[in-house]
């Protein structure tokens, strides 16, 4: 067997939530990430045979039966991750019930997967069937994100327009836009079944007053999903009430053009 703490995925979610708590977007134990593994890859790491615990989930993920997923811990803080993975981190398998979940690694004080793994799951669930190399889903708190969707209406389309027309970058990187859901209770089965809903077509979910969902195939995109929205609430918000240059229609369509993108239908027209 290969050494876990070598594996390039839990490199990846070392990286990735040092890299969110710097940035502040995770703080306390705000945030969470589930990844999607390759079968053959996690064998070499751990026997996958060897159930240390089964630990029930509270919904159906049927569609997900046998599949494997690297998960961070309920209350854990993502600043902790990288000195102490084997805690923080889990790597659980859906078992063949559908409703429980088998720890194959990490947890190792007890602990569990995320209060959010319910919207995790039914994200991927959801993103799978529009998107076959799918993999992961990433939720975490930035602050001018939550900011601009404090002082914006939440019609999705309307959020999306003010960040498209904020900067050039953000109809390149997301021309799908950002669905937006309301206030609601989060680590609940409602608000995963509300979120799994919006991802059948976003990448990027905004939980009013509370964060963003972002979803795709690998790391990098995900992070540059959430970044990208993430930067231009900034610019949003350091101009707000005194913009003198926002971003034509035309030039918007100019790039939706060049780079051959299908924007989110009826926010430009
Ligand atoms: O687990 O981010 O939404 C901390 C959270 C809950
Ligand atoms: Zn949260």
Known sequence: MKNIFDAPFMREMEKTTENMYRLGWDERNGGNISYLLDENEVAEYIDLNKVIR????????SELIGKIFIVT???KYFKNMKSDPESNLGVVRIGKDGTTAELLWGYKDGGRFTSEFPAHMM??????????????????HPTYTI???????????????????????????????????????CGTNEIGKATAEKMAKFRLVVWTNHGIYGAGKNMDEVFGLIET?????????????????SIPDDVLKGLAKLWNLKPLEGVLD
């Open 54 to 61: 089964t630990i029930p989930t509270g919904f159906n993920a």
């Open 73 to 75: 811990g309920t209350g």
């Open 123 to 140: 994200s991927h669930m959801a993103r799978l069937k529009v998107d076959p190399d799918h993999r992961i889903v990433m939720h975490t």
């Open 147 to 185: 900011a601009m969707n404090a002082v914006c209406p939440l019609d999705e389309k309307e959020f999306t327009k003010r960040l498209w027309k904020s900067n050039t970058e953000a109809i390149v990187v997301f021309p799908d836009g950002v669905g937006v859901l309301p206030c609601m209770v």
């Open 229 to 245: 929205v993430e930067k231009t609430a900034q610019i949003y918000m350091l101009t707000l009430g005194r913009v003198q240059n």
